[in-house]
């Protein structure tokens, strides 16, 4: 049967079938030749699994003049029955079509009915479509759920590219020569940073988790003009330090308000503000995450400021 239309939605509107029960056809180019290749109407070309099937350096789908040239009619019309001039791959989703549709070759029609094998053939099937949510998962326990996320580290498989540039060498059970097979990783700061500034943060700046956080106390002396308020947060930074905790001190002449703000954009777990109660050993201990706060003698700060870091 012929259908004179075009797009999947408008084949499968007007035959009313699901677009899964239609053949989609592409024309690639891979390097220096011309490839058709088929999924299923619901499907998409996942154009680097394509690269990777073949082994090339550029794979390109054709625009519709080239598609033109080579096969004779445009994109939405071309299709595996009655044999083409070009070899023909599946992604392997389409041999479980039955009674399918698909391009004719004509502008404008398509056939109905259509069955891989028997009204086509194909070279080779293969996994060449993206992933859909939704889809069966891998380990066969359940279906695909897509969620956000930020690659941080990666893992390069180099082969023997470089070992053998470099007469990496190995002996193989039978005492032979061979070049080493070679792996690297990389982790990226700059990407687990801009992952730690999604994942934590409010209105006012990040907060970071105490387990990879730069610093454990942000240490702030509100006037450091003020002798009482300047020598405790130096004795502060020095005992804090020298009891196993990273400390950050703002001895800035700024105004409160201004490292306040600093503070919560910068976003460590606790901060220790030295203030009018300097003169009698007094702070205040602020967690960056909940806003709870607390005033504490100055020697029974080292032991607090590590049960709130342990507990946060």
Known sequence: MFIHTC???????????????????????????????????????????????????????????????????????????????????????????????????????????????????????????????????????????????????????????????????????????????????????SRTMAAVAEQFNDENGLVWPTNISPFDVHLIAVNMKDSAQAELAQELYTSLQAAGMEVLMDDRQERPGVKFADSDLIGLPVRVTVGKKAGEGIVEVKIRKNGEMQEVQKDDLAVILKNILKEL
């Open 7 to 189: 797009s999947i939605e408008e084949v499968s509107s007007f035959l009313n079938v699901e677009s899964k029960d239609c053949i989609e056809s592409l024309l690639f180019k891979e390097d220096d030749r011309y490839v058709l290749v088929l999924v299923r109407g619901d499907h998409d070309v996942n154009d680097i699994k394509l690269k990777n099937h073949f082994e090339a350096s550029v794979v390109e789908l054709a625009d519709t003049r080239t598609t033109k040239e080579v096969l004779g009619c445009s994109v939405g019309s071309i299709g595996p029955v009655g044999g083409n001039s070009v070899e023909v791959i599946a992604d392997n989703a389409v041999q479980a079509v039955v009674n399918g549709v698909c391009g004719e070759n004509e502008e404008y029609y398509h056939f109905t009915n259509v069955n891989p094998e028997r009204d086509f053939k194909v070279l080779a099937y293969t996994y060449l479509r993206f992933i859909k949510e939704g889809n069966p998962s891998p380990d066969g326990l359940g279906t695909i759920v897509f969620a956000k996320g930020i690659e941080v580290g990666h893992v390069f498989k180099l082969g023997i590219r470089y070992s053998k540039a470099m007469n990496a060498e190995i002996l193989d059970e039978n005492g032979r020569k061979k070049p080493m097979i070679m792996g690297c990783y990389g982790i990226g700061v």
